[in-house]
């Protein structure tokens, strides 16, 4: 069986889409895919087929580009700053020290253990506290 056209792709309905990717790749498709992503994904892969793909060098290009790139940095604490977290329609305050965060008189070693000890669950302390994108 040949390779479908882009045309194709974008005409077949989902159980069409499915048995494309079966015959191109061989494993089922994961989960989750919508038919959107499978007709894109599909059509890339033919056109890479059929026009030789990225050029070349391309994939260790990006490889050295990522390891190369600054990893972002969640914002630094430093010590006499203070927190401030509504919980349970209770305000919390954590004050931040030299080694380790105080919150209710008890001082805790990182600010996820003072999330925990707030909220009764495993929290990262950062993302409780909005200092990490939770996306």
């Given at each position: 069986?040949?390779?479908?056209?882009?045309?194709?792709?974008?005409?077949?309905?989902?159980?069409?889409?499915?048995?494309?990717w079966t015959t191109l790749f061989g494993p089922p498709?994961?989960?989750?895919?919508?038919?959107?992503?499978?007709?894109?994904?599909?059509?890339?892969?033919?056109?890479?087929?059929?026009?030789?793909?990225?050029?070349?060098?391309?994939?260790?290009?990006?490889?050295?580009?990522?390891?190369?790139?600054?990893?972002?940095?969640?914002?630094?604490?430093?010590?006499?700053?203070?927190?401030?977290?509504?919980?349970?329609?209770?305000?919390?305050?954590?004050?931040?020290?030299?080694?380790?965060?105080?919150?209710?008189?008890?001082?805790?070693?990182?600010?996820?253990?003072?999330?925990?000890?707030?909220?009764?669950?495993?929290?990262?302390?950062?993302?409780?506290?909005?200092?990490?994108?939770?996306?």
């Open positions: 069986m040949t390779d479908p056209t882009i045309s194709e792709i974008e005409a077949m309905d989902r159980a069409a889409l499915i048995a494309a498709v994961p989960k989750g895919l919508s038919q959107s992503f499978l007709r894109r994904f599909l059509a890339f892969e033919v056109q890479a087929r059929r026009y030789g793909g990225l050029p070349k060098g391309f994939d260790t290009d990006l490889n050295r580009r990522v390891a190369a790139a600054p990893t972002p940095s969640s914002p630094t604490l430093k010590p006499g700053g203070r927190l401030l977290r509504e919980w349970n329609g209770v305000t919390h305050a954590v004050d931040v020290l030299d080694h380790g965060y105080r919150w209710n008189g008890e001082v805790y070693r990182s600010l996820s253990a003072a999330a925990r000890a707030i909220t009764g669950a495993r929290w990262s302390g950062p993302r409780f506290f909005g200092l990490k994108d939770g996306r």
